[in-house]
């Protein structure tokens, strides 16, 4: 049998791979509070930025907003709304490193397109 930690973490990350818009983890918190309402909020917090930290999923820091986090770890980019801040996956791409790194020793990179959702090209008038 499982231990307590080991099913809140299995409970946490099904939550979270069944939430396909990249959710805060107060979303994740209130979703898992749901169905499992003995899970803390700090519970759910310290799984989901020790998951990140494996590499078991991954986290978006998303200037001018909240860090989200994501269930589907293969390469892959993001595509972020200005509007209503939404967030969706897209095709990965292949970027090349810069020749001139100004010392630094890159780790990782990220791709993250900005523009508007389905909805926001509708209710703008530019479908």
Known sequence: MADRNTMQKEIIHQTLCGMCDHPTAALVYDRVHQRHPTISRSTVYR???????????????????DSRYDGQTAPHGHVRCRVCGAVADIPPVAVDPPGDTAGFLLEDCAVVYRGLCPVCRRSAGLC
């Open 47 to 65: 799984v989901l930025a020790r998951m990140a930290a494996e590499g078991k999923i991954l986290r978006l820091d998303l200037a001018g907003s």
